[in-house]
């Protein structure tokens, strides 16, 4: 399964209120609700590929997002990026939508965690994958309980 993966608003809360914890690597420490989630997410499934969809996919390469996810418990077969540069200035759903058409991967296999709005019009098909978070608390048993629904 591809699980395309935004940080901000998933795995971190994009309030702008609240400040964000820092990992000792310099970059978000990634809240342990959401990386519960996403790990029981992970083991549900075969063959996991975490496409990070999130704008900070440029900052590092990919084998240091490897040990990033490391650091914070999350452990999955593969990840890599959208490789869509974000001078672009796509919407998610645009990005999403071309990167799923140059890869020509087909709706059942992919997974969408994201807060991004633009998402919702999705097509129909890929908007059933799509897992919507609040942005202001991220992943948990809240979003996840469309899990079950996503994943039959």
Not at 50 to 57: D, F, K, V
Not at 67 to 72: D, G, T, V
Not at 115 to 130: A, H, T
Not at 135 to 146: A, I
Request: proline share 4%.
């Amino acid at each position: 399964m591809k699980i395309f993966l935004d940080i901000d608003g998933v795995m971190v809360h994009a309030n702008p209120q609240r400040k964000v914890d820092m990992g000792q690597d310099g970059f978000y420490q990634f809240n342990t609700i959401a990386v519960t989630i996403l790990n029981e997410i992970i083991s549900k499934v075969k063959k996991v590929e975490l496409i990070l969809s999130t704008s900070h996919r440029f900052r590092f390469p990919v084998l240091e997002w490897v040990e990033i996810f490391k650091r914070r418990m999350i452990y999955t077969d593969t990840i890599s990026i959208l490789a869509i540069p974000q001078e672009e200035r796509l919407t998610r759903k645009t990005e999403i939508v071309n990167w799923m058409n140059k890869c020509k991967y087909s709706p059942e296999e992919v997974l969408i965690i994201d807060d991004d709005k633009s998402l919702n019009g999705l097509p129909q098909d890929l908007k059933e994958r799509l897992l919507l978070t609040n942005p202001y608390t991220g992943l948990n048993r809240t979003s996840y309980s469309d899990l079950d629904r996503i994943l039959k």
